[in-house]
């Protein structure tokens, strides 16, 4: 079956703008997370979805960055206003539920800010 | 808070021999779960192995084995009979729902 599916793969953007990064997770997966990949910081979680809601958003860095859950499926990270810092890959994992813990990985999202 | 840690940055192995990289995590809970992640240049997380805290057993997975030590706190990944195709940068994870994550030990194999 399919995996956890991300878009774009990459994604240029100037400073200040605003970034949309999105991630399709694994049909009838109802637990959702986002992480961050960088050279300085290493693997960060980012926030966490169970269904469309989200308990835990303890690892988002600022209040630039936000996400969502819609229909209990498709997951949208936005970053406001981005800065040289927010670079980095961005990767989504889907599980079963949360107790299931084995995490499924999408390819990420590679962006960059210039 | 719960912390991995790789005190490993790099390792190297031949073809055909076995490699072993460390992990270390600090945490107070009792129940939790340990995972091996490897990560080739593609950048696809791809999970290698996984333990459950509550068991003694330590798990298998073909060509991949943990020595799982819940006292020390201690979640080792061995590779045995190593392959080309092994190479790539290796993280150990703790979740009790998120993961975190060490810092990762690249392994490159010669052939």
């Known amino acids: 079956g399919a995996g956890v599916s991300q878009s774009p793969s990459n994604k240029v953007t100037e400073k200040g703008k605003d970034v949309e990064l999105r991630c399709d997770p694994i049909s009838g997966h109802t637990a959702l997370y986002w992480y961050r990949q960088s050279l300085g910081q290493g693997l960060e979680f980012l926030i966490y979805?169970?269904?469309?809601?989200?308990?835990?958003k303890s690892g988002l860095p600022s209040d630039r960055f936000s996400a969502e859950r819609t229909g209990g499926s498709v997951s949208t990270l936005t970053i406001q206003r981005t800065q040289q810092e927010d670079s980095a890959v961005y990767l989504c994992a889907s599980s079963l539920d949360p107790n299931s813990y084995e995490q499924y990985f999408g390819p990420g999202t590679r962006l960059t800010v210039t | 808070a719960q912390t991995v840690t790789q005190s490993q940055p790099e390792m190297s192995v031949q073809e055909a021999e076995t490699v072993t990289l460390s992990c270390t995590y600090d945490?107070?809970?009792?129940?939790?779960?340990l995972f091996w992640y490897k990560q080739p240049p593609s950048r696809q997380m791809i999970l290698v192995i996984r333990q459950e805290a509550y068991k003694q057993q330590n798990a298998t997975e073909n060509r991949f084995s943990v020595n799982f030590q819940k006292a020390a706190k201690s979640f080792s990944l061995k590779i045995s009979d190593s392959q080309l195709g092994d190479a790539a940068m290796y993280f150990c994870?703790?979740?009790?729902?998120?993961?975190?994550f060490g810092t990762g030990t690249r392994l490159q194999v010669f052939p």
């Open positions: 945490t107070s809970e009792s129940d939790y779960y």
């Open positions: 994870a703790y979740t009790r729902y998120k993961l975190i």
């Open positions: 979805f169970q269904g469309n809601s989200a308990p835990d």
